[in-house]
């Protein structure tokens, strides 16, 4: 989840110039906290799409008249009753099973539009009436205007509906209780599997390396007249490539069993799911980052000691002999806005190198230089990297 920061809010709060006390509208916020007292003022409140599983902290929100809170988990409505200005609430698609909790709803007299469609307790038999019965203050719901002969019909059964909601609610809160003893359950299997398959993981690389010495002493055995590096290189590329493609069909394997297992649309499946894609999406970063590591540094000087040409920041670049001042001058196109902190400039007697941003640029020079004599500056004009460079020998 995302926690609320007051950074966080203040980004959110860029159309109002970044100011948080006047703020009136707010949206794409994952936890409920702290918005009471660093947002009195809010009137807008977009919070859906999240996983939020409780309204809670917005009841000192007094001016708040539009509160969205589509698509989370949400249970039951309370919390609200501090809203005193709220006209619209928005509660589509949550898990709402606890209809009698409307009646907290009471307390804001201005509420006019409801939406509680998706949410389980509009399968309840007498939903709508004992809704409309119950929030005489209401004008909407769920997208269909109330109408007076309605209201008057609702309030004439209430008694009845009232005893049946009770009873259904009942039975909802009782499955629900079952389905987080399952969801309990099954969250304690997959932990204990992917305990066994660390552990098996462990004894695989374990018999992976044996494997990989034996394979080894009968390459040696087979192939003796490769060179040594060579033989090394293949076998630990054989292994290394055997232990991935059996640990892809496994990730596979536990992939395609996660989205074609059965499971029932709860909460707690919900949260599941966000919590699984996080997790593969976590391993991806790691792969990615370890892969990032394990690149090879830049070879800049070769084991003979020969200086390489080298643009790894891909810059365009000019040469140009000075020979009326009798000097080089390299012009390094580095970006306008690059700060100069980034750039490292080390001129040698035969060569010139840029760190720009850590990559590095380096070019042979035609000739011998005097590095002591030589100046780098900025381009008032381009933010090009100017080095000048006074040649060793003298013009005759």
């Known amino acids: 989840f995302l926690s609320v920061t007051e950074d966080l809010v203040r980004r959110r709060a860029e159309h109002n110039n970044c100011e948080i006390f006047s703020l009136e509208e707010i949206s794409e916020i994952e936890k409920l906290e702290y918005l009471d007292k660093w947002c009195r003022d809010l009137k807008i409140l977009y919070l859906q799409n999240n996983l939020i599983p409780k ?17 989370n988990n ?39 539009e409801l939406f509680l469609v998706g949410n389980p307790c509009t399968e309840f038999e007498g939903y709508r009436q004992f809704v409309v019965a119950t929030l005489h203050q209401l004008k909407c719901l769920d997208s269909k205007e109330i109408e007076r002969s309605e209201r008057i019909q609702a309030l004439q059964n209430y008694p009845e509906v009232k005893q049946k909601i009770r009873e259904q609610e009942q039975a909802y809160l009782l499955k629900r ?30 018999c992976l390396w044996n494997f990989v010495l034996i394979d080894h002493s009968c390459i040696i055995n087979s192939v003796f007249s490769l060179p040594d590096s060579l033989q090394n290189k293949e076998n630990h590329q054989a292994g290394g490539d055997r232990e991935q493609e059996t640990w892809r069909t496994v990730e596979d394997d536990e992939d395609r069993r996660f989205w074609e297992e059965p499971t029932p649309y709860t909460p707690e499946s919900r949260l599941e799911t966000h919590r699984y894609i996080e997790e593969k999406r976590r391993a991806k970063d790691n792969i990615r980052e370890s892969k990032k590591r394990e690149k090879p540094l ?11 040409n080298v643009n790894v ?19 390094l196109a580095v970006y306008r806005h690059l700060d100069t902190s980034l750039l490292d400039v080390d001129v040698q007697p035969t060569y010139i190198r840029v ?10 020079l035609p000739e011998e230089v005097k590095p002591d004599s030589s ?8 933010g090009h990297l100017v080095v000048s460079m006074p040649k060793v020998c003298k013009i005759i």
């Open 313 to 331: 920041p891909k810059l365009h670049f000019s040469l140009k002999d000075d020979e009326e001042n009798n000097q080089i001058i390299l012009d």
């Open 375 to 382: 100046s780098a500056k900025r381009s008032q004009t381009t």
């Open 55 to 71: 309204i809670e902290n917005v009841g000192k929100l007094k001016k708040l008249e539009y509160l969205n809170v589509a698509l």
């Open 355 to 364: 760190l720009v941003k850590g990559k590095p640029f380096q070019l042979v």
């Open 177 to 206: 209780a079952r389905e987080k003893e399952e969801a309990q359950r099954r969250m304690q299997e997959r932990k204990d599997k992917k305990q066994k398959q660390m552990e098996s993981k462990l004894g695989f690389d374990s």
């Open 74 to 112: 949400i249970e039951r409505i309370e919390n609200l009753e501090g809203c005193e200005e709220l006209k619209k609430l928005d509660l589509t698609a949550n898990f709402i099973g606890e209809l009698s909790s409307i009646e907290a709803l009471k307390y804001n007299i201005h509420l006019k």
């Open 298 to 308: 830049q070879t800049l000087v070769t084991a003979e000691g020969k200086v390489l």
